[in-house]
């Protein structure tokens, strides 16, 4: 099994950035983040697989990057720009399925953290 702590969650202004830290106690072949906002479904947010490939969902693509520290063991969410629907509780998300997207339902979570974003 995989442990996920995730931490950098906070309030911003529209346009400001934020960078999510998720310490993991392993690599899986795939790795994501999701966000829930209030009173919404989950929604899958990027993906990274054990190569480097990477996936976006449309609607943060160009604002926001995934990255994996192989040697501290912590997978990023850098997100720039950000927009007041970007507010929710951000997870990370291990042990995706292939092929790697944020479209699947992970076998690992993590706590949450969240993230808020005014007008």
């Known amino acids: 099994q995989v442990q996920l702590v995730e931490s950098g969650g906070g309030s911003v202004p529209a346009g400001g950035s934020l960078r999510l830290s998720c310490n993991t106690s392993?690599?899986?072949?795939?790795m994501a983040w999701f966000r829930q906002a209030a009173r919404k479904e989950r929604e899958g947010v990027a993906s990274?697989?054990?190569?480097?490939?990477?996936s976006y969902a449309d609607s943060v693509k160009g604002r926001f990057d995934i990255s994996f520290d192989n040697a501290k063991k912590i997978l990023y969410l850098q997100m720039n720009g950000l927009k007041p629907e970007d507010t929710a509780m951000y997870y990370c998300?291990?042990?995706?399925?292939?092929?790697?997207?944020?479209?699947?339902?992970?076998?690992?979570w993590g706590q949450g953290t969240q993230v808020t974003v005014s007008s």
């Open positions: 998300a291990a042990g995706l399925w292939p092929p790697c997207a944020p479209t699947h339902t992970p076998n690992y």
């Open positions: 392993r690599l899986t072949y795939c």
């Open positions: 990274i697989d054990s190569v480097g490939g990477t």
